[in-house]
């Protein structure tokens, strides 16, 4: 199963993450199938590729939870 989720990439005790599409069995850090955003908790920073988004979703792809929120208060996602 897909899932989009976050990959943790920075420095220590700097984290940054990208969003990517994975097989839920492959670790955190583990191969990307394809990288559609980018965030940053510390400064706030997001960019959302929103065609690459939607086309994954369409296709059945699943976001954890916290993606799912991030992409709430993106407005990708209405629920």
């Known amino acids: 199963m897909l899932k989009l989720r976050l990959k943790r990439i920075g420095k220590k005790k700097q984290p940054a993450y990208r969003l990517v599409i994975m097989e839920s069995r492959t670790r955190r850090d583990g191969r990307a199938i394809d990288q559609v955003g980018y965030y ?4 706030k920073q ?3 590729e929103v065609d690459k988004i939607t086309k994954w979703l369409k296709i059945g792809v699943k976001p954890s939870e916290t993606v799912q929120n991030l992409l709430k208060k993106a407005k990708i996602i209405i629920e």
């Open 46 to 48: 997001s960019y959302f």
């Open 40 to 43: 940053n908790p510390i400064t």
